[in-house]
């Protein structure tokens, strides 16, 4: 958990934002090729332009674990990441 | 087609992309060039000096490069737009905007296609597509011998982007000419080349007329009545990107649904696999997507420029081919295996950088519906080997002709 983070942690539950995993779409490199909201349409969203973001600020809920990677395996432009 | 280059025979030094050989022996050529020859950009002076960057690292930075490379040619030819008689508008703009383009307008002329393309937007036309499929195989009737390429891959994007864009269905074999004249004809005298390209401006502009008169809910009508920064379109501008969207929306997903067709025709586990497993075909079409990646595009340099030790001049070609990236080993596992199940796939079928391809959505979801249609009306089916498969010849890679036999259909 990063410390910027913190005032955002105060209505998640304690556990889901300290132990768990984060993803992240750097919208500088994301070119829209939508293969993260394919994949995994419960942790990203696409706007009206097809570009993509995180959803819930990022926090993978418990067993999706691996729906996270998956995203990230596939971006073509390297724009996700994830913290864990 | 009139060669005007002759065949080649040394692929280092001296290749032509749009000698039929090339597309015909893709795999074997770059593996040549980059495993025994140790050569990771090929260079050509036909089309007065053209470069072929064939790792991931080098197409990728050319992609990215927009200071030292225009897009305002994309398409390899024999002449440059210095050479021409009627120079394409100069970038930013180009001639087939935002394919054409360079920043910043490149940036504007996207944004105004992209809604029209998003996943949201495009998502709707499934069940269109699938009754267009559907009715491709009822035309077959019970024939054991089917060309998947000439009665089925071919007509699914035309009938999709002619409907979208409001052009006559019944005008698809001219769209596939124009297509053959952008994309593979690029030997041809220049002179026959430029009456064919009046034909083609003359058509759309009869039509643009039309929606001007009668407005109508349809992309060109969308074109018509957008804006950049306050202005509507130049007409220029409406008719370049009316043709980028016909010749790019129809070559490039015939050539991908086709060549999935030709693998599963070749490849009897992985056509099983599909047929007893439908979650797995998105990922097999991913797959196809980054093996056999129909598209290569092109690049001018824009001053004289060193690259990682070519001498590159000021208006050189350089091709980039995606199709090349996506079997780069330093990128991809078994890169030269095609695994219907590879999870972790970055493939750039669909380019990379600023330029992605604005129809990607829409590909995406021709391809796999033509696959599924395909798999389930006709669950057993093999290469004709008593007949030629044909490829397309020139920067977009597909079957032109793929003769298949039907073992099982319902």
Known sequence: MRIDDAPMCSFLPLSRTLNGMRVRVDTA???????????APELFDVDDYGNAHELNDGVVPAGLEDKARLA???CPEFAISIEE | MTDLYGPVSDWQNDFDHADPKYNENIHEIWTDLLENKKCPVAHTERYGGTWLPLTHEYVHEVAYDTEHFTSRSVVVSRLKPSQMEIPPPPAPIGNAPPITSDPPFHHEARRLLLPAFAPKKIEPWEEEVR????ELIDKMGDAEF???AVQYAQHIPVMVIARMLGLPLEDSDKFRGWVHLVLEAVNEEPETRRKKFEEFDAYLDLHVQNHIENPRDDLISYLLDAEIMGNKLMPEHVRGTIVLLLIAGIDTTWSGIGSSLWHLATNSVDRRRLVENPDLRPTAVEEFLRAYAPVTMARLVKEDYDFHGCPMKAED?????FPAANRDPNVFEDADKVIIDRAENRHAAFGLGIHRCVGSNLARLEMNVA???FLE?????ELNTSEEVKWSVGQVRGPRSLPVRVLARR
């Open chain 2, 377 to 381: 009306r006709f669950p057993d089916f």
């Open chain 2, 131 to 134: 009754q267009i499929c559907n």
């Open chain 2, 371 to 373: 696959v599924d249609v």
């Open chain 1, 29 to 39: 490199k994301c070119q829209g090729h939508n293969r993260c909201y394919a994949l």
């Open chain 2, 146 to 148: 089917v060309d998947a």
């Open chain 2, 317 to 321: 070609w350089v091709l980039l081919p």
């Open chain 1, 72 to 74: 990230l395996a596939n």
